[in-house]
């Protein structure tokens, strides 16, 4: 999909990269490339391989990123995590898919079938009405995109662990916040048109770009909600810089954050909205210490929301009710999509562990006309109807667990001095973590923040350990009561010893 250009942008996406790690740091370069293929490169636009993932925007930059950091970077890419539970965590994330797909070879069946079919993003149309059992060959190309996934989180893990590291990560929002404002600047007046300008089709519905009597923007991403949260992650990093910038810089880091600001009012979407008035104050007027708490907060609330909706405890109706006093457009939203998150939960239920996998499966159809009747949203109900609890587990277990590292290392250590850049982080990580639970927003870049917490806070604790050891080390020798407790010595010293005595 796609014309000439889309796929010229994305096969010399490499050679772009190439020139990033040439001319930056290996922390920037590999930052860049993540986020600049993440703003830039068209959607739904793939090259087609045998046996392996499709060749898209995710893949490109991750694998580029991947090879010259092994290529170029002397710094050895540590894959193995030190945490024993995120170890288990990867695996079943990586090895999860497979089990997927060997569970699920038999085919669905829904009204009149016919051989002829054809597929939108990976759904079947209403015009077949049988799904294809997935291929025991896929497994491998599921592993390896599995794998594909998690490069930047390997590479962040290594790469951005240090303070000086993370800091480049808020300094690179700020820059792209910018960079996208004018094209967000320019859809506000004429609609989502930049990737059909440029890539010759619109990636989403048109209809759903209006709201609040404008358009929002979509840009180069998947959907006008992708850029209302980018937009909000840049904001709040600008936030950051203001409060940090030096008396001669802070009019200009205060403008830049006002103008930002500006830019995610004009994305027209209440959810980023709605997480600003929770992460902006908490960037402006408290501490790293503060924000690691309420980090761990969101990173618990998006582990135990499937089981409270589940379980009924999610006061489903009275939410509803509640944003009805607000917006009947907005509670008529939001009632559909806890009815169909009722629905896609029951069907999960038939395949509890590993899920149905792929190309639509995991949704309900009409068993007459075979018409899809609900909708996955979510992150969260995407998640356990194509992968299962297990897949869910390994996904947002990997997604969570960096938060709660860094919040229990600084613990340990009090009178620690919290870097600004790590509670941000945590943060935006949080944020995104409470919205997947309404959205689909797991991106690379999202990958990558967890590595860097992750690896700082594998930092942090080889601090510790070398200070207590340093510690022991300094520490004088004791005689004690126990003779298998004293020192050894050596034969001379035990000669010179009797030769003092007699």
């Known amino acids: 999909m796609g014309n000439a250009i889309a796929y010229l942008v994305l096969l010399t996406w490499p050679l772009a990269i190439l020139v990033m790690f040439k001319r930056m740091s290996p922390e920037r370069a590999f930052i860049w490339s993540i986020l600049g293929g993440y703003m830039l490169l068209p959607q739904l636009t793939r090259v087609g391989l045998p046996l392996l993932p499709d060749l898209d925007k995710v893949l490109i930059p991750n694998v580029t990123a991947f090879i010259l950091c092994l290529a170029l970077v002397r710094e050895r890419v540590a894959v193995v995590p030190q945490n024993p539970l995120v170890r288990v965590l990867l695996v079943l994330f990586i090895l999860s898919p497979a089990f997927t797909v060997f569970t699920n070879t038999e085919a669905l069946q829904f009204g009149i079938v016919t051989s002829d079919y054809t597929t939108w993003m990976g759904i079947f149309t209403p015009a077949n009405a049988m799904i294809p059992g997935l291929r025991v060959y896929d497994s491998l190309s599921v592993v390896v995109a599995q794998i594909i996934f998690m490069l930047p989180f390997f590479l962040a893990r290594s790469l951005l662990a240090h303070e000086r590291a993370l800091a480049e990560l808020p300094r690179a929002l700020v820059v792209a916040g910018l960079i996208y404002s004018a094209p967000i600047l320019i859809e506000n007046a004429i609609g989502p048109e930049m990737h059909r300008m440029v890539y010759g089709y619109i990636q989403h519905d048109y209809g759903q770009s209006i709201r609040f009597g404008g358009f929002r923007p979509y840009v180069f991403m998947p959907h006008g909600l992708w850029v209302a949260f980018f937009a909000m992650m840049c904001f709040a990093s600008a936030l950051l810089q203001a409060r940090q910038a030096s008396p ?183 944020a995104n973590l409470v919205d997947l639970l309404p959205n689909a927003t797991l991106i690379p870049f999202t990958w990558l923040l967890a590595g860097a917490l992750l690896g700082h806070a594998e930092l942090q604790a080889n601090r510790v350990q070398a200070a207590r050891l340093s510690k022991l080390q300094a520490a004088p020798t004791r005689r004690t009561l126990l003779a298998t407790a004293q020192p050894k010595r050596t034969a001379a010293q035990f000669r010179s010893e009797q030769d003092q005595m007699s």
């Open 248 to 430: 001669a810089e802070r009019t200009r880091a205060v403008m830049i954050a006002v103008w930002l600001g500006l830019m995610l009012v004009l994305c027209r979407s209440v959810g980023p909205w709605a997480l600003t008035l929770v992460v902006a104050p908490l960037v402006l007027f408290f501490g790293p210490k503060m924000q690691l708490r309420v980090a761990s907060m969101m990173a618990v609330t998006a582990l135990a929301y499937p089981l409270l909706r589940g379980s009924g405890i999610v006061p489903a109706d009275a939410m509803v009710r509640f944003v009805a006093g607000i917006s009947e457009d907005r509670a008529e939203s939001l009632g559909y999509r806890f009815t169909n998150e009722d629905l896609l939960l029951e069907r999960a239920a038939d395949k509890p562990w590993f899920g149905w996998g792929a190309w639509g499966r995991n949704l309900v159809y009409d068993p007459e006309t075979g018409e899809a009747i609900t909708i996955s949203d979510g992150q969260w109900i995407i998640t356990i109807g194509q992968a299962g609890w297990l897949g869910y587990i390994a996904t947002f277990g990997l997604l969570c667990v960096p938060i709660f590292a860094v919040w229990w290392r600084y613990r340990q250590m009090p009178n620690a001095d919290i870097p600004k850049v790590v509670g941000l982080l945590a943060l935006l990580l949080g």
